[in-house]
């Protein structure tokens, strides 16, 4: 059973930073490297949102208001998926959700909270 497990949230000031970490349990490595990975964010009153995007390839794609803010990148070995944040605004506030997309699953990570106060 493959699980994943988000990591890393927290409050954290204004220009500070944070890396979430989401970990994929259980799979293996095989389907892990062919993975589409995705770090989604869902704010207190707004939609669920894509935030960055890791491709099977290693193309990324980043929404327009945290490029050259957020990295995103993975771990085959450790199967993990990360996310580095910097320079948070207040706007960054939100439930962050780690989706991995392969040939065997759609799967969602339960959600980390990361809390800029403004």
């Known amino acids: 059973q493959v699980r994943l497990v988000e990591s890393g949230g927290g409050l954290v000031q204004a220009g500070g930073s944070l890396r979430l970490s989401c970990k994929a349990s259980?799979?293996?490595?095989?389907?892990?490297?062919?993975?589409?990975m995705e770090w989604y964010r869902q704010g207190p009153a707004n939609a669920r949102e894509l935030v960055a995007r890791l491709d099977s390839d290693r193309v990324t794609d980043y929404k327009d208001s945290v490029k050259g803010r957020f990295t995103i990148s993975k771990d085959n070995v450790k199967r993990t998926v990360d996310l580095q944040m910097n320079n948070l605004k207040s706007e960054d506030t939100g439930v962050y959700y780690c989706?991995?997309?392969?040939?065997?699953?759609?799967?969602w990570g339960q959600g980390t909270q990361v809390t800029i106060p403004s």
């Open positions: 989706h991995i997309k392969t040939y065997a699953r759609d799967q």
């Open positions: 259980g799979m293996i490595l095989s389907e892990f490297s062919g993975a589409d």
